[in-house]
């Protein structure tokens, strides 16, 4: 088990350019979430998908921000145009669907994005 | 809207101490509530919650959840450097359009120091 993946692990841009970040979930798992972190905010939400469909995207800041999950094993979390205000950490977690409680996420390790 | 706040933000302690992380929630329709630890990268899984009083053990590490009052305690006996990370505390609402979807405390910064 690869765990999930994520890439780039650092990115470093210029305010106004297009910023992609990637996401592998775990095989299987029907769950794919985004979740942002700073400093003063800690860990929010932005988006997550079901069986590559979006749920729910009220976390998302405003229309600079877009993602999608065109299969199973892939999703992407796009910025355009990036501000300073962008720069943190950006998670993907995965989780599979069990009836009853639930599962725990499992993370990946994370773009830190840095906005110049 | 979902409200988890945990205390203290931060706690310094000498190994071999025990330490007690306070978690406290507003939810609707409550389903779990999970602990991570956080080190440099990724937020690794630690326990799941569902029921009041039952304690989840692993090592030197036990957690326990109210139902009643709406909060969690994370015990860490004879710490040691390993332990320092955040830990953050989570919550997982039933049903709907906000399955799955976790809402997440600020953390607790514990540093050991040796």
């Known amino acids: 088990d690869a765990g999930v993946i994520q890439s780039p692990r650092h990115e470093v841009t210029e305010m106004g350019q297009e910023v992609t970040l990637r996401c592998k979930p775990i095989?299987?798992?029907?769950?794919l979430f985004w979740y942002r972190q700073t400093m003063m905010r800690g860990l929010e939400l932005l988006i997550y998908?079901?069986?590559?469909?979006?749920?729910?995207d009220s976390g998302m800041p405003e229309d600079r921000f877009s993602a999608k999950m065109p299969n199973a094993s892939f999703s992407t979390l796009k910025i355009q145009p990036s501000e300073p205000r962008d720069s943190a950490v950006y998670f993907c977690?995965?989780?599979?669907?069990?009836?009853?409680?639930?599962?725990?996420?499992?993370f990946g390790n994370g773009t830190r994005l840095t906005v110049t | 809207e979902d409200k988890v706040v945990q205390s203290p933000l931060s706690l310094v302690v000498h190994e071999g101490d025990t330490v007690t992380l306070n978690c406290s929630y507003e939810?609707?329709?409550?389903?779990?509530l999970l602990w991570y630890k956080q080190e440099k990268k990724a937020p690794t899984f630690l326990f799941m919650l569902?029921?009041?009083?039952i304690e989840k053990k692993s090592g030197r590490l036990s957690s326990i959840l109210d139902k009643k009052e709406l909060f969690s305690i994370l015990n860490i006996t004879a710490t040691q450097t390993g332990d320092s990370a955040v830990y953050l505390c989570?919550?997982?609402?039933?049903?709907?359009?906000?399955?799955?979807?976790?809402?997440f405390g600020q953390g607790t910064i514990l540093t050991v120091h040796p």
């Open positions: 569902t029921s009041s009083g």
């Open positions: 939810v609707t329709n409550f389903r779990s």
């Open positions: 989570a919550v997982k609402r039933v049903g709907g359009t906000s399955y799955g979807k976790l809402t």
């Open positions: 977690a995965s989780s599979p669907h069990t009836a009853g409680v639930g599962s725990p996420l499992h």
């Open positions: 095989s299987g798992h029907d769950y």
């Open positions: 998908f079901n069986n590559n469909v979006p749920i729910d």
